[in-house]
């Protein structure tokens, strides 16, 4: 049985969801200084220069999509298909649970590998691999492994999970599947496809709803702004399609409207903001001032 681990202790008021709830582990994590530097990393890199009120950060983003993520998971682990209810964790299980702390403290770390300016900087410095690579790194450094392994111990999830490599769960489930693939870090189970999407995907991930939402908010572009809500309740787990076994996120048919504002969002937005052609020129300059110095080896292999 796991401990009383998961009450809130701590709560942060953001902007866009209201009060975060953490409890003392997720805010030690806050606190350490991997986590710490995000406050110095724009969201949006060079756009503040053309939107001046662009300056939020990757911290209060990460923030968000822990937020996010959690209210997710929660409403496709209380709305189940009668299809897919064997592949599930029973609301309140130690499985349940194992899965929500490895979501959320995810969550919180999807972004630490992210260099100042954000994507600006990414192609030249960190290559192909782009900033996952040293966001698993930080995962696994001596900075963060050893105080994730203690939401492992302390909640008691090694007597249920004794051979669970915890840490590894945590970095797994930040980058995503493509990426860790490429960094050979071991294949996915249909469950893990799942908690993963909740952050990383392309659609329904909490990661692509809280920037949209915040960039929206930010740079004062209300094309941005869609019923995140209503996605969210309608969020399902699907059955897999004839002939293939992984589970994947869908969305009930009385949530496609919102599901169409986000398509919409996201197009506005890169038109009026990631693609706008001030944004563009001062990334290009940035850029090419950088380039001036990379040095090929300060980043290792």
Known sequence: MTKDFFSDERKIYDSVHGFIRLDNLEKELIESWPFQRLHYIRQLGAAFLVYPGATHTRFEHSLGVME????????????????????????????????????????????????????????????????????????????????LQRAYTEAGFQETFPDRNFVEDVAKIAVGQKQCLSYGKGSFSSWEKIVSEVITGNFFGADRIDYLLRDAISTGVAYGLFDYQQLIEMI??????????????????????????????????????????????????????????????????
């Open 236 to 301: 399902r787990i699907l059955p897999a399609r004839e002939g293939e076994d992984e589970l994947a996120l869908g969305i009930e048919e009385n949530g496609l409207e919102s599901c169409e504002a986000l398509l919409l969002a996201r197009h506005f937005m890169h038109r009026r903001v990631y693609q706008y052609a001030g944004v563009k020129s001062f990334n290009f300059h940035l850029c090419n001032f950088m380039k001036g110095f990379v040095c090929p080896d300060a980043f290792g292999s």
């Open 68 to 147: 996010l993520a959690t209210r997710i998971y929660h409403n496709i682990c209380k709305a189940v298909r009668p299809d897919v209810f064997s592949y599930i964790p029973r609301k309140g299980s130690v499985e349940y649970h194992y899965w929500r702390k490895v979501l959320r403290l995810a969550a919180l770390c999807h972004d630490l590998g992210h260099l100042p300016f954000s994507h600006a900087a990414e192609a030249i410095f960190l290559g192909e691999k782009g900033h996952e690579q040293w966001t698993c790194k930080l995962i696994e450094s001596p900075f963060l492994a050893p105080l």
